[in-house]
């Protein structure tokens, strides 16, 4: 007697703890595909909506072609302790030391380990605002402020150069997420490149490449570390282009993983890891992509277990131009390069 009502009560213990690990992953034990990929596209939306509604979102993603520079001749080492030091933006027409009309932008105001500039948000939002100067700049505050904890720039061409950035920044005194680059090209090594925007809420989006005879490029949408949605492209040398010939593509999307392999070509869906046979998936290309993406022009067509029809494209809606603002704005990044580079070059040379 004493041993079935041990072996009832294990039973008990067991079945609550196997219903308290679904209740914590969100998904039950029998959770179908089509379940899984719809919970899936719904995090990833809400995601996506708390991203573009941040502070931060407009700013990280700054995007001002106009201001591009066809010059890769030029040739510059800067370091942190070189521009260290908590800078305001005043700008003030002075005269350099040939007696050349110039314009100061920042005061240097105080010490610091950090390069610490103060700014008026206006002016980051656009970016050719900053080399502009307005009477009415007189009325802006210096609401936004960029804390550089770590910068590395050694440029000597564009095939020659390494680039470390590790910023955050506020608005009205409160954090509103980090940039971080980590970028270097060299004949002998080839192209390594990591570069993660850090939002309010535990979000983050972060964009990888690394060259080779394989290289290998990914760019993650996460919440809270978790994968939210994440494309995976390995693709073999081709001397012809940055991206060669697609060996495998892995698309993620919450537990649903889509895998696509050649020699010989396969196509799997995956949830939680266990193969998922009854799932027909086609992926679509509309036009010839050298990095394929969905945020692009790549869709992929599933076939679900019960036998409905739908495309990722369609499952995302709306989210997917968000997405492909992260993941165009990851590979160019122009906020470092004419906000945070031009204000380091800019308080370099005013107090070299």
Known sequence: MKRQIKFILFTVFI?????????????????????AFNQGAVD?????????SSKAFSILTVNDEALKSSDSVYS??????????VYEYQPIPQFDKWGRSITRYFARTADNDMMIVRMP??????????????PS??????????????????????????????SEISIDSVVAGNLNID?????????????????????????????????????????????????????????SARFGIERQYILTIGNVQIVRSFGPMTVAVYLDGVL??????????????????????????????????????ALIGESVADIKTLFDSLH?????????????????????
């Open 44 to 52: 990833l939306n809400n995601a996506m909506d708390a991203i573009t």
């Open 332 to 352: 160019k990044v122009y906020f470092a390069a004419y906000v945070v580079d031009w204000i380091a070059y800019g308080i370099y040379y005013q107090w070299d």
């Open 137 to 166: 700049d007189s009325l802006l505050t210096n609401n936004f402020e960029i804390a550089v904890s770590d910068y590395h720039n050694n440029y000597n061409n564009y095939h020659d150069f390494d680039y470390l950035l590790a």
């Open 76 to 85: 510059v080492y800067l370091t942190l302790d070189k521009i260290k030091g």
């Open 183 to 239: 970028y270097s090209i060299s004949p002998e090594a080839g192209i390594s490149y990591a570069s993660q925007y850090s939002f309010s809420g535990s979000y983050t989006a972060k964009y990888k490449y690394e060259s080779g005879d394989t290289t290998i490029s990914s760019f993650t949408i996460m919440g809270d570390d978790k994968i939210l949605y994440e494309e995976k492209l390995l693709t073999s040398r081709n001397d």
């Open 276 to 313: 998922q046979p009854d799932a027909v998936v086609e992926i679509i290309d509309r036009e010839t992509d050298p990095e394929a993406s969905v945020c692009k022009k790549r869709d992929i067509q599933i076939t679900f277990e019960d036998g409905t029809i739908t495309t990722v494209s």
């Open 121 to 134: 948000l206006e002016k980051v939002t656009r970016p050719r605002a900053l080399r502009l100067c307005d």
């Open 15 to 35: 079945s609550a703890l196997v219903l308290s690990c679904s209740e914590n992953t969100g998904f039950v034990d029998n959770t179908s595909l089509k379940q």
